[in-house]
């Protein structure tokens, strides 16, 4: 059984930083590529962030010079430093992993449960 587990969402004003925790445990032989996405009512979820495993990363425009996405392999947990946090960035942030649960498995998706983040004064 994999799960991930987000943390860090919350309220903070405009122009104020979040830092997300995505923490993966269970049954895990590898993990591939990790990312942030995010989601608001009525519209598809949409890409924030990516990185692989060897840490090459790609960001949505909209984030792009104040988001930083890292990861710790030896923890199995990713983040995602948010700056200058607009009220546009308010969602549901979700976490998902491409891994392998043994070696001889296929590689999965998995998701998170969200965590609210929200900017407002």
């Known amino acids: 059984q994999v799960q991930l587990v987000e943390s860090g969402g919350g309220l903070v004003q405009p122009g104020g930083s979040l830092r997300l925790s995505c923490a993966a445990s269970g049954s895990i032989f590898s993990i591939y590529r990790m990312g942030w996405y995010r989601q608001t009512p009525g519209k598809q979820r949409e890409l924030v962030a990516g990185?692989?495993?060897?840490?090459?990363?790609n960001y949505a425009d909209s984030v792009k010079g104040r988001f930083t996405i890292s990861r710790d392999n030896a923890k199995n947990t990713m983040y995602l430093q948010m700056n200058s946090l607009k009220p546009e960035d308010t969602a549901v942030y979700y976490c998902n992993a491409d891994l392998k649960i043994y070696y001889y498995s296929d590689r999965a998706s998995y998701w998170g449960q969200g965590t609210q983040v929200t900017i407002s004064s």
């Open positions: 990185i692989t495993s060897g840490g090459r990363t």
